[in-house]
């Protein structure tokens, strides 16, 4: 298994521009998320699915869009980077339920 | 509105001595609570977690924790400190009927030899 795999590393971006970060699971989890990572504040939950289909809204979702159109792929959207949104982000997956495990991360700069 | 706090930004201890980090979370009803390790440019990755039971929870690498409801916390323990256990620990919490992840802002851990 390789787990949570999450693409690109790391990837700047300019102000206004869009992309998508990919997140990928082999292990067939219903419950699938992203987080992102601040300092000195966590980690605080965007988006989250719990299984193909479903998705809804979590603490920071503004500037973000997520689909889930297979279990095993959760992309997350940028519409139009602002500088707000440099950060390191995280996808998570889990069994509802269970425990979450988490992916490498991907290290987002917006200029 | 829940809530989890870790009210240590660093926590510094000799190597062999033992450590714990502390966690306090406010949450409704019967959480589930979950301590994470980040090692420097890494994901999260899981050491344990309590869901119901015995409230001392034996996890990874020699670390435990003891879920006190009364005080509504979950402090991460471990009896002797190796200079490899220094990293980023953070404490969540999620809700019974969710599995929405609420977490700390996080407390490092620096080990000397």
């Known amino acids: 298994n390789a787990g949570v795999t999450q693409t690109p590393k790391f990837q700047v971006l300019k102000t206004g521009q869009s992309m998508t970060l990919q997140c990928a699971q082999d292990?067939?989890?219903?419950?699938m998320s992203w987080y992102r990572q601040d300092p000195g504040m966590g980690l605080r939950l965007i988006h989250y699915s719990v299984g193909a289909g479903i998705t809804d809204q979590g603490e920071v979702p503004n500037g973000y869009n997520v689909s889930r159109s297979t279990t095993e792929d959760f992309p997350l959207r940028l519409l139009s980077a602002a500088p707000s949104q440099t950060s390191v982000y995280f996808c998570?997956?889990?069994?509802?339920?269970?425990?979450?495990?988490f992916g490498p991360g991907t290290r987002l700069t917006v200029l | 509105a829940q809530s989890v706090a870790q009210p240590e930004d660093q926590v510094n201890v000799a190597e062999g001595n033992p450590l714990t980090v502390k966690c306090t979370y406010s949450v409704s009803g019967n959480p589930y609570l979950f301590w994470y390790v980040q090692y420097p440019n890494r994901g999260l990755q899981f050491l344990l977690k309590y869901i119901t039971g015995d409230n001392l929870v034996k996890g990874s690498y020699g670390f435990e924790a003891e879920f006190n409801k009364s005080q509504t916390s979950f402090h991460l323990k471990k009896p002797s400190a190796l200079v490899s256990d220094s990293a980023l620990y953070f404490c969540?919490?999620?809700?019974?009927?969710?599995?929405?992840?609420?977490f700390g802002t996080g407390t490092r851990l620096q080990v000397f030899p």
């Open positions: 998570a997956s889990s069994y509802s339920g269970d425990t979450q495990y």
């Open positions: 969540a919490v999620s809700h019974r009927n969710t599995d929405k992840l609420i």
């Open positions: 292990m067939n989890h219903e419950y």
